[in-house]
Every structure is written in C-alpha cells, then in structure tokens.
C-alpha cells in the first residue's frame, strides 16, 4: 500500500468506459492472482450515491472472490474504515472501489488509477489516499450539497455502475462469474 504518500500523477487517472474497467483490471491480473489482492469496496449502505462501494463488494462475495472488505452486511464505511487501516497495511495490494461526484458529462463514468483514491473526499472527510489500484465511479455531478447529492443519487443508475465493476474484476481476473447457489453463471 502506499503508506498515505499520494502520487499526484496517479490520483489523476484516467476515465474510462465499461470496457476501459475491463482493459484495467486485466492489466492488474498480468501481476497479480486474484487471491494476492484485497478488494477494498468503501461506502455506506446508507445512501444510494454511497452505497456503490458495498454493492461491488457483495456481488464480488457472492461470485466466490477472495479477500472482499466492504459488502451490504458489513460496509466498510467512515466509521470502520480508520480500524481496518493496520491490517490493510499488512494485506499485500489493495483494489480500492468507491462513488465519487464529478462533472455532468462525466456521470456514469469510471476514473482507474494505478495508484490510491482519496476516500470521502467529496464531503470533505478527512481521510488518506488509499490502494495499490483504484476505481471510483462517478455517481452524480458535484453540488454545493454533497450529502444530499449522494442521498438523492439513482440507486438503478449505482446498481448498474457497481455490476460493470463487479463484472469487470471477475472478467479481467478470468474468474468464473458464480450465482448465489454456487453454480457458473452464463
């Protein structure tokens, strides 16, 4: 993990599309197996603009995905994340997953970065950079009121959002996309 230095370059990325998340994660998985990775997945199941991060992460739990910090049952959220800092620093590479707000036109987008995201930044948290790798979905536009922002968010639009990152880590990683009864999914 980046030890709280933030490259500016990487906190920077890149915005991409549905296939560009697909091009990044098998980026990833030409260094590193799937198993070597924590998923982090930041968010509350609170509000819908926030909940993207829990959302990835159940339907990544659900597909068989080792190491998934951040589900609906157990979000990794502003209250949990801060405890779960020293073992993250001791888990090896982190896939960091959050919402963001960003421009208009940029809504429904993804922003990839091979480096850390900044957790709660649009609500003026106050927390580090955080991941090896990282994807922050552009959930709604930047307003003077954040909270309500993400509180008023499309949850269709996030659900759709979290199912493009969930596929495309499962479809980078060439892991076999598995239903709740445990049989693969066509």
Same mark, same amino acid.
């Given at each position: 993990? /980046?030890? $709280?230095?933030?490259?500016?370059?990487?906190?920077?990325?890149?915005?991409?599309?549905?296939?560009?998340?697909?091009?990044?994660?098998?980026?990833?998985? @030409?260094?590193?197996?799937?198993?070597?990775?924590?998923?982090?997945? @930041?968010?509350? =199941?609170?509000?819908?603009? =926030?909940?993207?991060?829990? #959302?990835?992460?159940?339907?990544?739990?659900?597909? $068989?995905?080792? /190491?998934?910090?951040?589900?609906?049952?157990?979000?990794?959220?502003?209250?949990?994340? +801060?405890? !779960? !800092?020293?073992? *993250?620093?001791? %888990?090896?590479?982190?896939?960091?997953?959050?919402?963001?707000?960003?421009? +208009?036109?940029?809504?429904?987008?993804?922003?990839? &970065? &091979?480096?850390? *995201?900044?957790?709660?930044?649009?609500?003026? &948290?106050?927390?580090?950079?955080?991941?090896?790798?990282?994807?922050? %979905?552009?959930? /709604? %536009?930047?307003? +003077?009121?954040?909270?309500?922002?993400?509180?008023?968010?499309? #949850?269709?639009?996030?659900?759709?959002? %979290?199912?493009? @990152?969930?596929?495309? @880590?499962? =479809?980078?990683? $060439?892991?076999? &996309?598995?239903?709740?009864?445990?049989?693969?999914?066509?």
């Amino acid at each position: 993990m /980046n030890g $709280g230095m933030a490259d500016k370059t990487a906190l920077a990325g890149e915005r991409v599309d549905e296939t560009g998340l697909r091009s990044f994660s098998e980026s990833i998985a @030409i260094w590193h197996g799937m198993a070597e990775i924590t998923f982090l997945c @930041i968010g509350t =199941d609170r509000s819908t603009g =926030d909940c993207l991060g829990p #959302l990835v992460g159940t339907m990544l739990a659900e597909r $068989g995905v080792p /190491n998934v910090v951040g589900t609906l049952k157990e979000p990794c959220d502003s209250e949990r994340l +801060p405890r !779960l !800092l020293p073992e *993250l620093a001791e %888990a090896g590479a982190i896939f960091a997953v959050d919402a963001c707000l960003g421009r +208009p036109e940029h809504v429904g987008g993804y922003v990839v &970065r &091979r480096g850390p *995201l900044v957790p709660a930044q649009s609500v003026g &948290r106050g927390f580090g950079p955080i991941g090896d790798y990282s994807v922050a %979905a552009v959930v /709604n %536009a930047v307003s +003077p009121k954040p909270y309500w922002t993400l509180q008023s968010t499309s #949850l269709y639009g996030v659900m759709g959002m %979290a199912r493009a @990152i969930a596929d495309a @880590i499962c =479809d980078g990683f $060439g892991h076999e &996309r598995q239903s709740q009864s445990g049989e693969e999914e066509v």
